[in-house]
Nanobody
Framework: QRQFVESGGGLVQPGGSLRLSCAASGSRFSTYTIGWYRQAPGKQRELVARISSSGNTNYADSVKDRFAISRVNGKNTVYLQMSGLKPEDTAVYYC????????WGQGTQVTVSS
């Protein structure tokens, strides 16, 4: 059973940057598409970025040109570099496979506020 542990969140001012990390357990990590999802208060969880096994990336329009997803397969780790952060990016961020598995990590809180 794959597990995900997210870290790197925090409080940042608008326009600031953060780098989130996702450590995954389990085998064959390199063969799966991994995504970063987020859930803001009162809203549904949404997929904001994903990276395939070959390194192809896709982004939601709301984060395109501001966020960058990357992976290091040898470390079973996926990163999300976030820049130009906006208050509407405030959410709990999770990583998971795409399509997602039914079990989720605890997530990491990102708060963008002055």
């Amino acid at each position: 059973q794959r597990q995900f542990v997210e870290s790197g969140g925090g409080l940042v001012q608008p326009g600031g940057s953060l780098r989130l990390s996702c450590a995954a357990s389990g085998s064959r990590f390199s063969t799966y598409t991994i995504g970063w999802y987020r859930q803001a208060p009162g809203k549904q969880r949404e997929l904001v970025a994903r990276i395939s096994s070959s390194g192809n990336t896709n982004y939601a329009d709301s984060v395109k040109d501001r966020f960058a997803i990357s992976r290091v397969n040898g470390k079973n780790t996926v990163y999300l570099q976030m820049s130009g952060l906006k208050p509407e990016d405030t959410a709990v961020y999770y990583c998971n496979q795409v399509p997602s598995l039914p079990f989720w990590g605890q997530g990491t809180q990102v708060t963008v506020s002055s």
